[in-house]
């Protein structure tokens, strides 16, 4: 789901307090954005990877490395992320290979 704009939450809010007096856009504003990543070559052998979220600000952000199917990033002290604008950088503190997935979810 891509971020809800200022714009359309006002219309949202508008249509829903009509219904039933919620502020719709208000809630769909602040939904978490998720997705995943797929290593690239470029990307492989990276202490760090960055992802664009869409979001305009990423307050808070979570993700798990796999490998093969298997968590690679089973260890919370091993894993940092890190937010600036719409971005999360995402390390392990070993390098990803290609084909890694990143899954993540950004607030």
Do not use: C, Y
Request: no cysteine.
């Amino acid at each position: 789901m891509a971020e809800i704009s200022n714009a359309n939450k006002a219309k949202l809010n508008k249509m829903n307090r009509a219904a039933q007096n919620v502020s719709l856009g208000n809630i769909l504003q602040a939904a978490p954005i998720s997705g995943s990543h797929t290593i690239t070559d470029a990307e492989a052998n990276a202490s760090a990877v960055t992802i664009a979220t869409g979001l305009t600000a990423v307050g808070f952000g979570l993700a798990q490395i796999f490998r093969s199917g298997s968590i690679v990033s089973a260890s919370a002290s091993s894993l940092k992320i890190t937010t600036s604008a719409g971005n999360m950088t995402i390390s392990q503190g070993s390098s990803v290979i290609k084909d890694d997935l990143i899954s993540w979810v950004a607030f």
